[in-house]
């Protein structure tokens, strides 16, 4: 039987949740030399800016599909709403583990 966490169990689950979305969308990299973050990494370049600005724009564009689709009240066919935040959770997430492992990077 699980121990059951302290707190809003319903967090525990999206956390989960989360995670299990990265590992899965992770897969279609195939790996690289940078922990996991190799697609952020070559955007900065490409775009020749920091990594928290490549997390940055990833979130806005995140949050302004979010708050489109609620205004307008519609159901999108292809992401649903709740996936487009736990996406904007991963880069949030995922900011704060580029900035642990390369903080020269930021």
Not at 59 to 68: H, L, P, S, V
Request: glycine letters at 8%; proline letters at 2%.
């Amino acid at each position: 039987m699980e121990k059951k966490r302290a707190g809003n169990q319903h967090y525990y689950r999206i956390i989960g949740e989360c995670a299990d979305l990265h590992e899965s969308k992770n897969q279609d990299y195939c790996g690289g030399e940078y922990e996991g973050l190799d697609n952020f990494v070559h955007a900065a370049e490409y775009a020749g800016c920091g990594l928290r600005t490549v997390f940055k724009v990833l979130q806005g564009i995140k949050e302004a599909r979010i708050k489109a689709l609620e205004k307008r009240g519609c159901e999108p066919n292809h992401e649903s709403i709740h996936d487009s935040k736990v996406d904007k959770v991963n880069y949030e997430i995922l900011e704060l583990a580029a900035e642990a492992t390369y903080p020269e990077m930021m």
